[in-house]
């Protein structure tokens, strides 16, 4: 009856709604019932054209007192859907009695949202039950839960995180507590749990007030988690446990309880619980999305669920489980799982799961003296994916007696799927016009749309030899991504078999040879990846054209000299004559130029040509080298550009006693060989005039270059005051048996001299008087809508650390931080001559600085002292505005402010009744509405005096929080 009438009022409006609501909840006050629960949330999955992406399908888990003695049966709910709309009447759809005090309801609705958006279902009931020890007043309050979820066409398919255990629970005193909710989610989302304070929503269903029906939850009065009881309650202490997973703490016996959950697992654990009762506690479940912009939190179900601490001398009992494992989809799993009881009580094993079905969990033996079953899975390719599939055992003693008291030991087995290997890869010749490889394989068992099959390739065969849970190709094995083929959207019948890999349009080269290995990718949000294939490798006959040198003969800034050196080529057929090879140079270190010709050479056996041009500076530059092998006067092939190598130093003078002189050396090559493969020698010159070169340190470099700091020996220190010259000799090989290596390249030689550091400069900050300022609060110019503008200024003197440094200063560095918690990065140069600095147009007077002497060589000082400041904490409010409309003082805003990071703004009337409050603006910028005024649907207040309260947290470093009260005269 009151289900029909409400229903139809729903459809007069919300304001007989709301009516209907009041006398409906009139008459349940006294309902105190409601234990734990959860909301689920799924888009419409319905296939065909009648699915509808804005339409959302909910299941909603309520456990109630068992409706006997005057208890209510709750057989309909209130639901708010969130979207502004009134709320609707849900019968249930189902009760069943979980024991003589509990009853399990189950109700099922729908809801179809106007637009995509992120959403929040609410259900308020009726009471929570009484007697619930962690909280005040548990009767007088009443239970709130919600789900949160996204509506967005670019998400997909959207189903929220299903929770397969019950939301109830028995635990025991001085024993350890584990509940898992055995939460998955369909979509293959991650998921994190969080524990969250039980909620209420003051009013009831009567909270929520038309035209919007917000819903504002507040934590219920009096919570704390069950392991803090006040009022000199027994909170219970840590007994000896040990969980193998990890998952949880080991318990050490004798210290205060804890309790606590896995964000990853979402398992709870009370270690352990002192007091007998009835607890509630609440945890989020969050959905996070994985997208190609990176992870996106979509959606999350807050559970409130309810323990049921008893007094037993029951002992519980000790699970085991598989370790965990990998699996390849398509593979059967068997795991046996076992238990023991300490009491020889017979055990109850059990599986909670998403795979559950299709996998089954068979109880074999309920002991004594062991407890077994077996669980048995063959994942298909739809469980492929980056997280693990979690499967929740539970093992549950069954005591003898009056009114036992069954524990529990609980387990979590974690399955990860991973895709098979492509199979049957193999490479052969193309027949195209460039030189080219064709990859086939076998047409793949896991095709999904949006699935990539990635093509890697390494020249030379390859030790890979990936383990069997290990997937995809890892970085550092020599492969190179060279090709994506996509699985379409609908797959129909379109299959993806092959590859041609011609080197990106120039054509393989002879000489070499060509490994591939492919896996699959599969699309978000579930991923994962498949095992890699096995190797298939081609090879290439022939010699191509390849550069063996570019060393540095002579180094002097004209008529410096180069010598080149490359390969004759052999092909199959040979190259058609007349043949000359084209020899072409570039500055710097380029592969793409501009390139000119420097030299044509008709003899093709002559791979060698001494670039001695007056012009060339190889003191100062570096060059790069082309060879092209021209066939009847066409290109018939390319060398890869190859660069001399380039060394330059920085002379490190000492800056103490105890300190070291040094020369920091670095070297740059872009060369087509690995020049990492053998270590690169280092030679250095002494000061003297007949000094040799001598090899002092062997480096090991990186593809494109490598650096030393020379310190000397302990026999022989470097000393300031003289110059030192160094060159090195790379020595380098290309890839593969039948390709040139010990290719050994000098740089240019490189003398620095090792002059004495500069003097340090020690920097003055100028400090604001903040207690000054303070003081004359009333007194100040009100501060810009826009907020202040500040300048710091900065002055500084030439120090003398260390104690033998140079005076010779060309410029200062000056360097900037927002704060004493961050770098210190570079803010600007100001030559020699300016010893002071003003830091202009600031929004805050925050910072920290240092200065920087740097000499003529650009040898540069340690830095000086850090100086910092920080902001005031200045703040006044009006006592009067006049929000008229008139456009002046319209609005109340502070008058005097310093940076602000927030404000809470409240304001009372003369009777203390709250009317406004908003944390949306730091700087307030009330307009004088009323309490609904942020939605704009209220009147503005009348005339007369308020009081207000702001708290207020500052812009500083410490973000410092005070609290302002006073009293503003509104006038209109």
């Given at each position: 009856?009151?289900?029909?009438?409400?229903?139809?009022?729903?459809?007069?409006?919300?304001?007989?709604?709301?009516?209907?609501?009041?006398?409906?909840?009139?008459?349940?006050?006294?309902?105190?019932?409601?234990?734990?629960?959860?909301?689920?949330?799924?888009?419409?999955?319905?296939?065909?054209?009648?699915?509808?992406?804005?339409?959302?399908?909910?299941?909603?888990?309520?456990?109630?007192?068992?409706?006997?003695?005057?208890?209510?049966?709750?057989?309909?709910?209130?639901?708010?859907?969130?979207?502004?709309?009134?709320?609707?009447?849900?019968?249930?759809?189902?009760?069943?009695?979980?024991?003589?005090?509990?009853?399990?309801?189950?109700?099922?609705?729908?809801?179809?949202?106007?637009?995509?958006?992120?959403?929040?279902?609410?259900?308020?009931?009726?009471?929570?039950?009484?007697?619930?020890?962690?909280?005040?007043?548990?009767?007088?309050?009443?239970?709130?839960?919600?789900?949160?979820?996204?509506?967005?066409?670019?998400?997909?398919?959207?189903?929220?995180?299903?929770?397969?255990?019950?939301?109830?629970?028995?635990?025991?005193?001085?024993?350890?507590?584990?509940?898992?909710?055995?939460?998955?989610?369909?979509?293959?989302?991650?998921?994190?749990?969080?524990?969250?304070?039980?909620?209420?929503?003051?009013?009831?269903?009567?909270?929520?007030?038309?035209?919007?029906?917000?819903?504002?939850?507040?934590?219920?009065?009096?919570?704390?988690?069950?392991?803090?009881?006040?009022?000199?309650?027994?909170?219970?202490?840590?007994?000896?446990?040990?969980?193998?997973?990890?998952?949880?703490?080991?318990?050490?016996?004798?210290?205060?309880?804890?309790?606590?959950?896995?964000?990853?697992?979402?398992?709870?654990?009370?270690?352990?619980?002192?007091?007998?009762?009835?607890?509630?506690?609440?945890?989020?479940?969050?959905?996070?999305?994985?997208?190609?912009?990176?992870?996106?939190?979509?959606?999350?179900?807050?559970?409130?669920?309810?323990?049921?601490?008893?007094?037993?001398?029951?002992?519980?009992?000790?699970?085991?489980?598989?370790?965990?494992?990998?699996?390849?989809?398509?593979?059967?799993?068997?795991?046996?799982?076992?238990?023991?009881?300490?009491?020889?009580?017979?055990?109850?094993?059990?599986?909670?799961?998403?795979?559950?079905?299709?996998?089954?969990?068979?109880?074999?033996?309920?002991?004594?003296?062991?407890?077994?079953?077996?669980?048995?899975?063959?994942?298909?390719?739809?469980?492929?994916?980056?997280?693990?599939?979690?499967?929740?055992?539970?093992?549950?003693?069954?005591?003898?007696?009056?009114?036992?008291?069954?524990?529990?030991?609980?387990?979590?087995?974690?399955?990860?799927?991973?895709?098979?290997?492509?199979?049957?890869?193999?490479?052969?010749?193309?027949?195209?016009?460039?030189?080219?490889?064709?990859?086939?394989?076998?047409?793949?068992?896991?095709?999904?749309?949006?699935?990539?099959?990635?093509?890697?390739?390494?020249?030379?065969?390859?030790?890979?030899?990936?383990?069997?849970?290990?997937?995809?190709?890892?970085?550092?094995?020599?492969?190179?991504?060279?090709?994506?083929?996509?699985?379409?959207?609908?797959?129909?019948?379109?299959?993806?078999?092959?590859?041609?890999?011609?080197?990106?349009?120039?054509?393989?080269?002879?000489?070499?040879?060509?490994?591939?290995?492919?896996?699959?990718?599969?699309?978000?949000?579930?991923?994962?990846?498949?095992?890699?294939?096995?190797?298939?490798?081609?090879?290439?006959?022939?010699?191509?054209?390849?550069?063996?040198?570019?060393?540095?003969?002579?180094?002097?800034?004209?008529?410096?000299?180069?010598?080149?050196?490359?390969?004759?080529?052999?092909?199959?057929?040979?190259?058609?004559?007349?043949?000359?090879?084209?020899?072409?140079?570039?500055?710097?270190?380029?592969?793409?130029?501009?390139?000119?010709?420097?030299?044509?050479?008709?003899?093709?056996?002559?791979?060698?040509?001494?670039?001695?041009?007056?012009?060339?500076?190889?003191?100062?530059?570096?060059?790069?080298?082309?060879?092209?092998?021209?066939?009847?006067?066409?290109?018939?092939?390319?060398?890869?550009?190859?660069?001399?190598?380039?060394?330059?130093?920085?002379?490190?003078?000492?800056?103490?006693?105890?300190?070291?002189?040094?020369?920091?050396?670095?070297?740059?090559?872009?060369?087509?060989?690995?020049?990492?493969?053998?270590?690169?020698?280092?030679?250095?010159?002494?000061?003297?005039?007949?000094?040799?070169?001598?090899?002092?340190?062997?480096?090991?470099?990186?593809?494109?270059?490598?650096?030393?700091?020379?310190?000397?020996?302990?026999?022989?220190?470097?000393?300031?005051?003289?110059?030192?010259?160094?060159?090195?000799?790379?020595?380098?090989?290309?890839?593969?048996?039948?390709?040139?290596?010990?290719?050994?390249?000098?740089?240019?030689?490189?003398?620095?001299?090792?002059?004495?550091?500069?003097?340090?400069?020690?920097?003055?900050?100028?400090?604001?008087?903040?207690?000054?300022?303070?003081?004359?609060?009333?007194?100040?110019?009100?501060?810009?809508?826009?907020?202040?503008?500040?300048?710091?200024?900065?002055?500084?003197?030439?120090?003398?650390?260390?104690p033998d440094c140079s005076r010779a200063i060309a410029s200062y560095n000056i360097y900037y931080a927002p704060n004493s918690q961050d770098s210190l990065r570079f803010l600007t140069s100001v030559p020699a001559t300016q010893t002071t600095y003003q830091h202009l147009n600031l929004t805050s007077e925050a910072g920290c600085y240092a200065v920087q002497s740097v000499d003529s060589s650009g040898t540069r000082s340690v830095r000086s002292n850090i100086a910092c400041k920080d902001d005031c904490q200045l703040f006044l409010l009006p006592n009067i505005f006049t929000p008229n409309g008139d456009g002046k003082n319209d609005t109340f805003r502070p008058k005097v402010f310093t940076p602000i990071r927030s404000t809470k703004f409240t304001v009372f009337n003369r009777w203390g009744v709250k009317i406004y409050e908003s944390s949306a603006d730091p700087l307030i910028n009330w307009s004088g509405g009323g309490s609904r005024a942020e939605g704009g649907a209220a009147p503005s207040v009348v005339e007369g005096m308020y009081f207000y309260q702001a708290e207020v947290e500052f812009g500083n470093l410490d973000r410092t929080k005070r609290t302002y009260k006073g009293w503003v005269q509104i006038t209109r």
């Amino acid at each position: 009856m009151v289900l029909s009438l409400l229903s139809r009022l729903a459809r007069r409006g919300p304001l007989l709604l709301l009516l209907a609501l009041l006398l409906s909840w009139a008459t349940q006050v006294q309902a105190t019932h409601l234990r734990a629960g959860d909301i689920q949330a799924k888009i419409d999955t319905t296939v065909g054209p009648g699915n509808n992406p804005r339409r959302v399908f909910f299941k909603m888990v309520l456990y109630q007192k068992t409706p006997t003695g005057g208890i209510p049966d709750e057989s309909s709910v209130t639901i708010f859907f969130g979207d502004c709309g009134p709320p609707q009447i849900i019968p249930r759809a189902s009760a069943v009695a979980v024991n003589s005090e509990t009853q399990r309801n189950v109700y099922f609705f729908e809801h179809t949202y106007s637009a995509p958006s992120t959403y929040t279902v609410h259900y308020i009931g009726e009471n929570r039950n009484g007697g619930v020890l962690n909280m005040s007043a548990s009767s007088a309050q009443s239970f709130y839960i919600s789900t949160t979820f996204t509506i967005d066409p670019g998400l997909g398919q959207n189903r929220s995180p299903i929770l397969t255990k019950p939301s109830i629970d028995n635990a025991a005193v001085g024993q350890v507590f584990l509940h898992n909710p055995s939460a998955y989610d369909p979509d293959g989302d991650s998921l994190v749990f969080k524990l969250r304070p039980s909620m209420q929503v003051v009013g009831g269903i009567t909270g929520p007030q038309p035209p919007c029906f917000v819903v504002d939850s507040t934590r219920v009065t009096g919570y704390v988690l069950p392991n803090r009881l006040g009022g000199g309650s027994n909170n219970g202490v840590q007994v000896a446990y040990t969980d193998p997973s990890g998952d949880s703490p080991n318990g050490i016996p004798g210290n205060a309880s804890i309790f606590q959950q896995n964000r990853r697992t979402g398992t709870i654990i009370w270690n352990s619980p002192g007091t007998v009762g009835e607890y509630n506690v609440a945890f989020v479940v969050q959905e996070w999305r994985r997208t190609s912009f990176g992870r996106r939190l979509i959606g999350e179900v807050i559970r409130d669920m309810q323990i049921n601490v008893k007094p037993t001398n029951n002992q519980r009992p000790i699970l085991t489980i598989p370790p965990d494992i990998c699996v390849v989809a398509g593979t059967l799993i068997t795991g046996t799982v076992t238990a023991t009881d300490a009491d020889g009580n017979p055990i109850r094993l059990t599986a909670n799961s998403g795979i559950l079905p299709p996998a089954t969990f068979v109880q074999n033996a309920s002991g004594p003296p062991t407890a077994t079953g077996t669980f048995r899975w063959t994942p298909d390719c739809s469980n492929i994916a980056n997280q693990p599939v979690r499967v929740s055992f539970t093992a549950e003693d069954q005591p003898g007696g009056t009114n036992p008291t069954p524990l529990i030991d609980q387990r979590v087995w974690n399955i990860t799927v991973i895709g098979p290997a492509p199979q049957n890869l193999r490479v052969a010749p193309g027949n195209t016009g460039v030189r080219s490889a064709v990859l086939t394989w076998n047409s793949y068992l896991c095709r999904k749309p949006g699935a990539r099959i990635l093509i890697f390739r390494k020249e030379g065969a390859s030790t890979l030899n990936p383990g069997p849970c290990d997937t995809g190709i890892p970085a550092g094995s020599g492969f190179t991504q060279i090709g994506t083929l996509t699985y379409p959207s609908p797959l129909g019948t379109t299959d993806l078999l092959s590859f041609v890999d011609n080197g990106g349009g120039t054509g393989l080269e002879r000489g070499k040879t060509y490994c591939y290995r492919i896996y699959v990718e599969f699309p978000l949000p579930a991923g994962g990846k498949s095992q890699v294939s096995q190797e298939a490798c081609i090879d290439f006959a022939g010699r191509p054209l390849l550069m063996r040198n570019v060393t540095v003969d002579r180094t002097a800034p004209t008529n410096g000299q180069i010598t080149v050196r490359w390969t004759k080529p052999v092909s199959t057929p040979p190259f058609a004559d007349p043949q000359q090879y084209r020899v072409s140079r570039a500055v710097g270190q380029t592969t793409t130029g501009p390139f000119t010709t420097i030299a044509t050479i008709s003899n093709v056996s002559d791979t060698t040509y001494v670039d001695a041009d007056p012009s060339l500076d190889t003191q100062n530059r570096s060059y790069s080298y082309r060879v092209e092998l021209l066939s009847q006067n066409l290109v018939a092939e390319t060398a890869t550009a190859a660069s001399s190598v380039r060394i330059d130093g920085t002379a490190v003078p000492a800056v103490s006693a105890t300190a070291l002189n040094g020369i920091s050396l670095r070297w740059t090559y872009n060369v087509p060989w690995n020049n990492a493969l053998r270590p690169t020698t280092v030679y250095r010159k002494g000061p003297a005039a007949n000094d040799p070169f001598v090899a002092i340190a062997t480096v090991t470099g990186t593809a494109t270059g490598g650096s030393y700091l020379d310190e000397g020996t302990a026999a022989q220190r470097l000393v300031k005051g003289q110059t030192y010259c160094y060159y090195v000799s790379t020595n380098g090989a290309y890839d593969g048996n039948r390709l040139p290596s010990d290719l050994i390249n000098l740089s240019q030689q490189q003398c620095i001299a090792l002059r004495n550091v500069p003097c340090a400069p020690v920097l003055s900050l100028k400090r604001t008087n903040c207690d000054s300022l303070a003081s004359r609060l009333f007194d100040l110019p009100a501060t810009p809508i826009s907020g202040a503008v500040y300048t710091n200024n900065l002055s500084w003197t030439l120090g003398n650390t260390p104690p033998d440094c140079s005076r010779a200063i060309a410029s200062y560095n000056i360097y900037y931080a927002p704060n004493s918690q961050d770098s210190l990065r570079f803010l600007t140069s100001v030559p020699a001559t300016q010893t002071t600095y003003q830091h202009l147009n600031l929004t805050s007077e925050a910072g920290c600085y240092a200065v920087q002497s740097v000499d003529s060589s650009g040898t540069r000082s340690v830095r000086s002292n850090i100086a910092c400041k920080d902001d005031c904490q200045l703040f006044l409010l009006p006592n009067i505005f006049t929000p008229n409309g008139d456009g002046k003082n319209d609005t109340f805003r502070p008058k005097v402010f310093t940076p602000i990071r927030s404000t809470k703004f409240t304001v009372f009337n003369r009777w203390g009744v709250k009317i406004y409050e908003s944390s949306a603006d730091p700087l307030i910028n009330w307009s004088g509405g009323g309490s609904r005024a942020e939605g704009g649907a209220a009147p503005s207040v009348v005339e007369g005096m308020y009081f207000y309260q702001a708290e207020v947290e500052f812009g500083n470093l410490d973000r410092t929080k005070r609290t302002y009260k006073g009293w503003v005269q509104i006038t209109r």
